[in-house]
């Protein structure tokens, strides 16, 4: 006999509507995000990741060509939230993606700490976030940014408010 207490997961067509709300949000209703070029790579769950492009908008050291430093910390609180976003839909399965979409309204970084490993060099750049704890009133997060090579730029770990 099925257990009729578990909620439903959401449809495949309801899945591919949030992951087209999110991809929105994060790409171009959050105007930070379009300027730093922020494209969704990847909602896997276990690893959400959002990517870019090198500009010349986003060079820092001219004289290098370097990734400026606010650009890495950004990219990687963006990609925290993003990882914090797609665990609270994955949590809340049963959940329309308007109802996930009113959950982000409510999200808010409360701790960023960035470690700048390596110089921001490269033609493109992936950030990645994965989730260490979600409560019910913060979520944690472990971050990391690599170049096209996979070498390791930076790393990151924040704290969200998800009240």
């Known amino acids: ?15 591919s509507r949030l992951e087209a709300v999110l991809r929105e949000m ?8 379009e300027v730093l070029g922020l494209q969704v790579a990847s909602f896997e769950p276990a690893a959400p990741a959002l990517s870019f492009a ?17 650009v890495i910390a950004a990219s990687l609180d963006t990609v925290a939230g993003f990882a914090v976003t797609v665990a609270i839909a994955e949590k809340f399965n049963s959940e329309t993606a308007d109802q996930v979409a009113q959950r982000f309204g409510r999200l808010g970084t409360i701790d960023l700490r960035t470690d700048y490993l390596r110089q921001g060099i490269g033609k493109k750049f992936t950030a990645t ?3 260490t704890r979600l409560g019910g009133r913060i979520a944690s997060v472990q971050m990391k940014l690599e170049n096209e090579t996979g070498l ?5 770990s924040a704290s969200y408010v998800i009240s």
Do not use: K, V
């Open 129 to 131: 976030g994965w989730l």
């Open 26 to 33: 994060f790409e171009h209703r959050i105007c930070f995000n």
């Open 1 to 15: 006999m099925p257990d009729t207490h578990l909620p439903h997961r959401r449809s495949s067509a309801e899945q």
């Open 54 to 70: 090198m500009r010349p908008e986003l060079i820092g050291h001219y004289l290098h060509g370097r990734l400026h430093g606010g």
């Open 152 to 156: 390791l730029i930076a790393t990151g």
